[in-house]
């Protein structure tokens, strides 16, 4: 089987913002394991460390893994120096947490996208760039919802809402992710169609990310889904928004998805949806229950439904057949064993 051409050659430096999180550190992992070098962007070189001295430390000791610290990166020139001498950009980092008040997260996360490109745009290496976004900004995530998201589909409704004048409850706060969310992609391609950068751009909408964890600190954040339920706290997975509890996305795959939009020379200027299987927490409970009968779970959770909005993951499909040799998104089944595994090797 004759080798697929790439945007890059291998060997050649991508950077990926946020090299920490769950599906960053993935997607390095993806393109460590073809033969590229990564350059990571994290808040806290000491609180990231593992990824030196444990999951990539084969590749650091060779040379091909470095971290480098962007304490924020939504300020001017925040990637300056991260940028130099990379071919390629995956920016999956973001301003976290769900602050209510859209002054505080919806300024920073297009800054922190414009601060990138336009740092990108004066180095002449790179080549290709990779935004994260997600289906919170295309469409609201209600089960009443019944949008097709198109290549223009916008939350624009969300946008409203979220400018809306205070007080800033905090029941707003997802609101506020949703608008930050389409607001920066709105403003990625805006420069895209502005600007007209010499290199490829595309865009990846997963919607919530389950699977495997690379790090102990990785079962231990808010959006561990598989751990919460493992905990068996109800009261955290009745406050999930909708979005996060019926459509899955195993992290392998939407790891894939951002290494070929990179490296992919016919995927130019895409949204590339990143949906797996609609579910919602009993349909994962049932899953648990049938690996670890031996095990006593929760029960269901009342009133759960499951969102209809829809979308068209050809491209997407056809995209992981090529580059990951599989048909169709990984079975639910097979990310919830991939997530219980890592959780009951620390967690037994």
Known sequence: ?????????????????????FLASHTAKQF?????????????????????????????????????????????HAFDDAVKDVSAIAHIASVGGFDPNPHNVIPQVVSAVTSLLEAALKEPSVREFVYTSSIAACAMPTPEDTTHIGPDTWNDMAVQLAWAPPPYDPSRGFLVYMASKAEAE????KFVNERKPR??????????????????????TPYAF????YDGKKDALAAVPATFTVISNDVKDCALLHVAAVLDPEV?????????????????????????????FIDDLPGLTKLQVTTDSTQSLALLKKWGG???????????????????????
């Open 226 to 229: 598989i751990k919460t339920i």
């Open 32 to 76: 460590l394991e073809r033969g590229f070098k990564v350059r990571g962007t994290v808040r806290n070189l000491e609180k990231s460390s593992w990824l030196i001295e444990d999951t990539f430390k084969a590749y650091a000791e060779r040379g091909d893994f470095q971290l480098v610290q962007v304490p924020d990166i939504a300020i001017e």
């Open 199 to 220: 290199f490829g751009v595309n865009s990846v909408f997963p919607s919530s990310i389950i699977g495997g964890y690379l790090n102990k600190g990785q079962a231990e």
């Open 186 to 189: 709105k403003a990625l391609w």
């Open 268 to 296: 130019k200027n895409e949204r590339l949806p990143g949906w797996g299987e609609y579910c919602n927490w009993n349909d994962i409970l049932a899953i648990m229950r049938r690996l670890y009968p031996d095990r006593k």
């Open 1 to 21: 089987m004759n080798e697929l051409k790439c945007t890059i050659p291998k060997g050649s430096w991508v950077l990926i913002t946020g090299a920490n999180g």
């Open 326 to 348: 599989q048909k169709g998104w990984k079975p639910l089944e097979v990310t919830v064993a991939d997530s219980m595994r890592s959780i009951i090797k620390w967690y037994p």
